[in-house]
């Protein structure tokens, strides 16, 4: 085994690899399209509504005005499938730009504590803030 | 006695290269030393002896100038008395049927024929001085006599039987029969299954001294060899310096000899007829041909990192490796996804209501007792994306430089990956964003780590690409 057979080699192996990949990926790419879709969302949103009720975890937010004009909210929600980022989509859209932005999710209860800056150089209230969200949250 | 009688070993050699390059002078000298010595430690009928040996010496300077003489068989024969220990023991069965043969005094090709099954039996190495010299005491004959058997020994011990140098050229002086049977000499040498015995230092001279553009089917094999010169070309540097020697033919052979030596046959084969111009060309195209590879290996590397042989080759390795993970994880998946089908399958087949029930049934899990686990990285120019799965949880750890709102696509492209987001921890960090992902995979979805990886490095390029460097917009 001399360098040059070596590189060889290993060049030979990689593509042997790479054509193995591609044809398992794409075969269950096949077999995925071809399942049917489960019913398991749902399921799992009324686990986690139970679960929240069982350990006695409360929907809520919380708005704090932080530093002149960052908030810091705090938002426990029921854990729904992609709701994080419709959540996230919410706050684009309404120009809220988040920083530092944390998600736990615990016993089908999800909490998002992020810290908002202000939008658009405008100075906003706590409470504005917090009912905004509290719509959203609903919305969503 | 018999000891005594051997000769210091490199008068050995020497006589028998005499023999192959025909120098008369150290022929004769080495042929009078060892005559001598033996003759000094004869110990039976050392008259006898000494005036048959001396004879024979006779015979040595004698037969010196002539291409086919008996001399070279006296040399055989002296080398037989002489040596009794070294390769001539194979001499000396025949010799001593020789013996026999000395008193029907007929030297025939049918002595050599029946030698020839004598030489076959060469294992016996106890042959003992004495019988030679109670053999030559016990008869007159003319030494040349017993001669006739040894040319084929020695030549044959002498030279591997795979080198057809001194088998086929005339031109060499080798032990010859007398002009009687001298066709005979040839056809033993030919079908004699000998031992090969090469002295290495023989062998090399042999080659030296054959002209350059003979061709020896021991060299043939060698011809691999002269590829090597490319090869080696990087363990030796002195490659380029070589081939400006004047005798290039000759330091070739000696280079083929050393090579196949040392490193014995090595992969491709190249015709070069060691031509030093030639040699110039192939080297300079292996070296191309080098470079060529380790940048081929480096396309193939998803990540390369610097551009030096040895970062290619470090990255290459880590890359099959990440390469045989995915291919575990996938076969599992396919498994996993095969298993399910059939169970849905035959649920369905079973009864209609069961259609409903969560498809996955604990079941199931027998079939993979194995724990899924994976793990591979993927950086872009402004991304690092680090995706680790065992069994249903996947972590990933996403580096990117600050500009966009990464947090938005990241989660889009999670959900369409039907991953579902439990943690996100990370923040604002110098020029850079960093976060720690932690999600499970939906039942059912049939993603891997590769998969994954590749979607986000493929959005967060996407992002970056479309969003101008100014501006801070989602």
Same mark, same amino acid.
């Given at each position: 085994?001399?360098?040059?057979?070596?590189?060889?080699?290993?060049?030979?192996? !990689?593509?042997k690899?790479?054509?193995?990949v591609?044809? +398992?990926?794409?075969?269950? +790419?096949?077999?995925?399209?071809?399942?049917?879709?489960?019913?398991?969302?749902?399921?799992?949103?009324?686990?986690?509504?139970?679960?929240?009720?069982k350990?006695? !975890?409360?929907?809520?937010?919380?708005?704090?005005?932080?530093?002149?004009?960052?908030?810091?909210?705090?938002?426990?929600?029921?854990?729904?499938?992609?709701?994080?980022?419709k959540?996230l989509?919410?706050?684009?859209?309404?120009?809220?730009?988040l920083?530092?932005?944390?998600?736990?999710?615990?016993k089908?209860?999800?909490?998002?504590?992020?810290?908002l800056?202000?939008?658009?150089?405008?100075?906003?209230?706590?409470?504005?803030?917090?009912?905004?969200?509290?719509? !959203? !949250?609903?919305?969503? | 006695?018999?000891?005594?009688?051997?000769?210091?070993?490199?008068?050995?050699?020497?006589?028998? /290269?005499?023999?192959?390059?025909?120098?008369?002078?150290?022929?004769?000298?080495?042929?009078?030393?060892?005559?001598?010595?033996?003759?000094?430690?004869?110990?039976?009928?050392d #008259?006898?002896?000494? #005036?048959?040996?001396? %004879?024979?010496?006779?015979?040595?300077?004698?037969n010196?100038?002539?291409?086919?003489?008996? =001399?070279?068989?006296i040399? =055989?024969?002296?080398?037989? &008395?002489?040596?009794?220990?070294?390769?001539?023991?194979?001499?000396?069965?025949?010799?001593?049927?020789?013996?026999s043969n000395w008193?029907?005094?007929?030297?025939?090709?049918?002595?050599?024929?029946?030698?020839?099954?004598n030489?076959?039996?060469?294992?016996?190495? =106890?042959?003992?001085?004495?019988?030679? =010299?109670?053999?030559?005491?016990?008869?007159?004959?003319? *030494?040349?006599?017993?001669?006739?058997?040894?040319?084929?020994?020695?030549?044959?011990?002498? @030279?591997p039987?795979?080198?057809?140098?001194?088998?086929?050229?005339?031109?060499?002086?080798?032990?010859?029969?007398?002009?009687t049977?001298?066709?005979?000499?040839?056809?033993?040498?030919?079908?004699?299954?000998?031992?090969?015995?090469?002295? *290495?230092?023989?062998?090399? /001279?042999l080659?030296?001294?054959?002209?350059?553009?003979?061709?020896?089917?021991?060299?043939?094999?060698?011809?691999?060899?002269n590829?090597?010169?490319?090869?080696?070309?990087?363990?030796?540097?002195?490659?380029?310096?070589?081939?400006?020697?004047?005798?290039?033919?000759?330091?070739l052979?000696?280079?083929? @000899?050393?090579?196949?030596?040392?490193l014995?046959?090595?992969?491709?084969?190249?015709?070069t007829?060691?031509?030093?111009?030639?040699?110039?060309?192939?080297?300079?195209?292996?070296?191309?041909?080098?470079?060529?590879?380790?940048?081929?290996?480096?396309?193939?590397?998803?990540?390369?990192?610097?551009?030096?042989? #040895?970062?290619?080759?470090?990255?290459?390795?880590?890359?099959?490796? /990440?390469?045989?993970?995915?291919?575990?994880e996938?076969?599992?998946l396919?498994?996993?996804?095969?298993?399910?089908?059939?169970?849905?399958?035959?649920?369905?087949?079973?009864?209609?209501?069961?259609?409903?029930?969560?498809?996955?049934?604990?079941?199931d899990?027998?079939?993979?007792?194995?724990?899924?686990?994976?793990? @591979?990285q993927?950086?872009?120019?402004?991304?690092?994306?680090?995706?680790?799965?065992i069994?249903?949880?996947?972590t990933?750890k996403?580096?990117?430089r600050?500009?966009i709102d990464?947090l938005?696509?990241?989660?889009?492209?999670?959900?369409?990956?039907?991953?579902?987001?439990?943690?996100?921890?990370?923040?604002?960090?110098?020029?850079?964003?960093?976060?720690?992902?932690?999600?499970?995979?939906? /039942?059912?979805?049939?993603v891997y780590?590769?998969? &994954?990886?590749?979607?986000?490095? %493929?959005?967060?390029?996407?992002?970056? #690409?479309?969003?101008?460097?100014?501006?801070?917009?989602?």
């Amino acid at each position: 085994m001399n360098k040059a057979t070596i590189v060889e080699d290993a060049i030979t192996y !990689i593509e042997k690899l790479q054509m193995t990949v591609k044809v +398992l990926s794409d075969q269950l +790419l096949e077999m995925e399209s071809s399942s049917e879709e489960s019913e398991r969302p749902r399921n799992d949103e009324i686990n986690a509504a139970e679960e929240m009720k069982k350990h006695g !975890i409360e929907e809520k937010v919380e708005v704090t005005n932080v530093d002149g004009c960052k908030l810091w909210i705090r938002i426990i929600s029921k854990k729904k499938r992609s709701r994080i980022t419709k959540f996230l989509e919410a706050m684009a859209s309404h120009g809220f730009e988040l920083s530092d932005t944390n998600v736990t999710t615990f016993k089908g209860a999800t909490l998002i504590s992020s810290c908002l800056n202000g939008v658009y150089s405008y100075k906003i209230e706590a409470e504005q803030v917090k009912e905004l969200l509290q719509e !959203i !949250i609903k919305s969503i | 006695m018999q000891t005594d009688r051997r000769q210091p070993p490199d008068n050995h050699p020497k006589m028998y /290269e005499e023999t192959g390059c025909f120098d008369p002078n150290s022929m004769a000298e080495g042929g009078d030393d060892g005559i001598s010595q033996s003759v000094k430690h004869h110990k039976e009928d050392d #008259a006898a002896v000494s #005036a048959i040996e001396l %004879e024979l010496q006779k015979h040595l300077a004698f037969n010196v100038e002539d291409t086919h003489t008996q =001399s070279i068989s006296i040399n =055989s024969n002296t080398h037989s &008395i002489h040596d009794p220990a070294n390769q001539n023991h194979q001499i000396l069965p025949p010799y001593e049927h020789s013996h026999s043969n000395w008193d029907s005094g007929v030297v025939s090709a049918d002595h050599m024929g029946g030698f020839d099954q004598n030489e076959n039996d060469q294992s016996q190495q =106890s042959f003992i001085n004495t019988d030679i =010299s109670s053999s030559f005491a016990q008869s007159q004959t003319p *030494p040349l006599l017993n001669l006739l058997q040894f040319p084929r020994c020695t030549t044959s011990s002498m @030279l591997p039987p795979n080198s057809s140098i001194s088998f086929t050229n005339p031109d060499h002086h080798f032990p010859v029969p007398p002009p009687t049977s001298t066709d005979v000499l040839y056809d033993p040498l030919f079908h004699l299954n000998l031992p090969p015995q090469p002295q *290495p230092p023989l062998f090399r /001279e042999l080659f030296q001294s054959i002209p350059h553009g003979y061709s020896f089917p021991a060299s043939a094999s060698r011809a691999a060899a002269n590829s090597l010169f490319g090869e080696i070309g990087d363990e030796r540097d002195a490659t380029g310096a070589f081939y400006e020697d004047g005798d290039v033919g000759v330091h070739l052979d000696n280079r083929v @000899l050393e090579f196949s030596r040392d490193l014995g046959c090595i992969g491709r084969r190249r015709e070069t007829a060691g031509k030093p111009t030639k040699h110039f060309a192939t080297e300079r195209q292996r070296r191309e041909q080098l470079n060529g590879k380790f940048k081929a290996l480096k396309d193939l590397v998803p990540n390369p990192t610097k551009n030096d042989r #040895a970062s290619v080759v470090g990255d290459a390795i880590e890359y099959i490796k /990440e390469l045989l993970r995915t291919v575990n994880e996938l076969k599992l998946l396919v498994e996993k996804k095969r298993c399910v089908r059939e169970r849905r399958k035959r649920h369905r087949t079973e009864d209609d209501d069961e259609g409903m029930k969560p498809l996955v049934d604990p079941a199931d899990q027998s079939y993979n007792s194995s724990l899924r686990s994976s793990w @591979l990285q993927r950086k872009s120019k402004d991304t690092e994306v680090d995706v680790r799965i065992i069994d249903d949880e996947v972590t990933i750890k996403l580096v990117q430089r600050k500009k966009i709102d990464c947090l938005l696509f990241v989660s889009r492209v999670l959900d369409e990956l039907q991953l579902d987001l439990h943690h996100v921890a990370g923040g604002h960090i110098g020029d850079y964003y960093s976060f720690l992902f932690n999600t499970k995979i939906y /039942e059912g979805s049939s993603v891997y780590a590769g998969s &994954i990886a590749n979607k986000l490095i %493929e959005v967060m390029d996407k992002q970056y #690409a479309a969003v101008p460097p100014t501006s801070c917009a989602y």
